[in-house]
């Protein structure tokens, strides 16, 4: 059964959204699981099903197809308004009762989600009194098993907020980030709830316990002790959610950056500054890719620390102003001032200031000022933008 049926079916969705393991078989069948119900002993289950084939134009009846014992009212009697058999619902499920409880006005149910609240209302309220709360949506999490979906599971967030619309917006293929420090792990964090296709990973470190302090959530010392690659660690960890982020564990240079790049949509550059990334820059320009550079510098002032945290954006509209903007000098061996201070809140700001910029170019923010480089100064709590198109 396309997914994309389910997907059509704001009823469905809204079970879904409620909390209810609810799908489309491929037998036809919508299927519900997870319903608690009498047996009867007197006792609750929770693993009753309610199925019912699944048509665009909704319920055609009020009879539903239940697999479990059979359902009963709180003292162990039956309802009364089931007939036995045995029927096929979902691969190797089968029911083996058909419940009839008409709509108190012998109307047909309008759609999925009321038919459906009926029967575990019906059901429901004899298991609540039995077990207070039996009846309350499970809050399952549900496989994604499309084929080309970005996502271990189905993203629930979007459909329960009612903007899928604009979460579609965000589906690129081939999304790029080039340094997998501190800023980079949390843009990653943030880019692995979107529904990019493919996210590419180039970072030639290891996972140390300083990346352990300034990186999304808390890593293990035995997982510290490992020595992993970053983007060896980075893409098995988020790989539990999202499909498809491919760990290099190298850096891009003059060498190789153009064939890497072959088919990206968007780069994040989170790296050191230098003549690296002012000739990956270069590639990026000439094969006409969009970017966001983000970078902090952090310093000492008296007696606190200060600093500048700062995305530049980079698209074929907007180009010149990067040069103004990114340093791309090698410090000196022996500059006593390169201090590289790095602390975990500025690099998930900058990381998040870049991840809105992108999602702004991509339509799901509305962007009224269009500016290609904003900044935001640690001591005067200021935000200022700039280059704007």
């Not at 059509?8 to 519900?32: A, K, M, N, P, W």
């Not at 039956?78 to 979902?90: C, K, L, T, V």
């Not at 298991?127 to 207070?132: G, H, P, R």
């Not at 979007?158 to 604009?166: D, H, K, N, Q, T």
């Amino acid at each position: 059964m396309s997914h994309d049926q389910f997907d059509r079916s704001t009823d469905l969705q809204q079970l879904r959204d409620e909390g209810y393991t609810v799908s489309i078989d491929e037998s036809g069948y919508v299927v519900l699981r997870d319903v608690a119900y009498v047996t009867p002993e007197g006792k609750v289950a929770k693993d009753g099903i309610l199925a019912y084939s699944f048509s665009e134009s909704g319920p055609q009846d009020h009879v539903v197809f239940f697999s479990g014992e059979l359902p009963c009212k709180r003292d162990g009697v039956p309802f009364g308004f089931h007939s036995d058999g045995r029927w096929e619902i979902a691969d190797q499920t089968f029911a083996n009762y058909q419940l009839s409880a008409k709509d108190p006005d012998n109307q047909i149910d309008p759609n999925y989600y009321i038919k459906f609240k009926r029967y575990i209302a019906i059901l429901g309220v004899h298991a609540d009194a039995l077990e207070a709360g039996a009846s309350n949506p499970p809050h399952r999490t549900v496989l994604d098993t499309r084929p080309d979906s970005p996502f271990v599971y189905r993203d629930s967030a979007s459909s329960r907020a009612g903007i899928v619309e604009y979460s579609r917006r965000l589906e690129q293929h081939k999304v790029v980030i080039v340094g997998l420090g501190g800023t980079g792990s949390y843009i990653l964090d943030l880019i692995a709830k979107t529904r990019i296709h493919e996210i590419h990973l180039y970072d030639d470190d290891v996972m140390c316990s300083h990346n352990a302090f300034r990186a999304p959530g808390a890593i293990s010392k035995e997982q510290l002790d490992a020595s992993p690659k970053k983007v060896d660690f980075y893409s098995e960890r988020y790989s539990v959610m999202k499909r498809n982020i491919v760990p290099h564990a190298y850096y891009l240079d003059a060498t190789n950056a153009e064939q890497e790049l072959q088919g990206s949509d968007f780069v994040f550059l989170s790296m050191e500054g230098g003549s690296m990334k002012r000739a990956i820059v270069e590639v990026l320009e000439k094969m006409n890719i969009p970017f966001i550079d983000a970078s902090i510098d952090v310093l000492i002032m008296g007696n606190g620390l200060g600093g500048t945290v700062q995305v530049t954006t980079s698209t074929p509209l907007q180009r010149e102003h990067l040069y103004t903007r990114v340093d791309f000098s090698d410090p000196m061996p022996d500059d006593i001032y390169s201090s590289n201070i790095q602390v975990a809140d500025l690099n998930s700001l900058n990381a998040v200031m870049a991840v809105i910029k992108w999602k702004k170019l991509q339509g799901f923010y509305v962007d009224r000022r269009n500016e290609h480089w904003s900044a935001y100064g640690v001591d005067a709590n200021m935000t200022v933008n700039g280059d704007e198109i």
